[in-house]
């Protein structure tokens, strides 16, 4: 029950920056779309793919056990068995990123519209914007095995991939523009 309380809470504010405003500030960005106070009590970075799918869904008020819920459960199931195959996968991390998007574009996203934050419109109809594309791209791309992060402006949302290559050794961080 904790668990689920804390899905709901995140998907509350991943949703939220598209309806926020600037005003005046800087663009501040924040992983996960969380403090990190929060994040460490959570331990955001277990949960799954179909976690954070399941997630965006219900928050996109898709019940799960709907058609419309089974149908993008479908999809979803699709995407990553398309993503792990051995071709797809064999690849360097950072081209494995790359090539989400790219599938992303050529088969789901296909219309950019502002105010479509929903996960299942994205997956039906085509139609995105930063929230939604952002969290298929963050849901895939953790199915992919990609360490991702979602991150969030006062009127943005992209994910980042972290992939091996940085500096002293450290994870080279990559933001992936979905819109």
Known sequence: MKRK??????CLLVFKVYSQ???GRHPDLEPLFLPE???DKANYSNLSADEIFKL???YSECPLDSPQGQHCLEIFGNIKEE???QTFIRQDPEQVGRNILKLLYRDYLKTY???QTKINVALETGQYNCVSSALLYMAVAKAAGLVVRGQKTSEHAFCSVYVPGGKNGQPKKIDVETT
Request: glycine letters at 0%.
């Open 83 to 85: 993503i792990t195959r």
């Open 113 to 115: 519209s502002s105010y």
């Open 37 to 39: 106070t929060v994040l």
């Open 56 to 58: 965006a869904l219900l």
């Open 5 to 10: 309380f804390f899905l709901i809470f995140l």
């Open 21 to 23: 405003t600037s005003q």
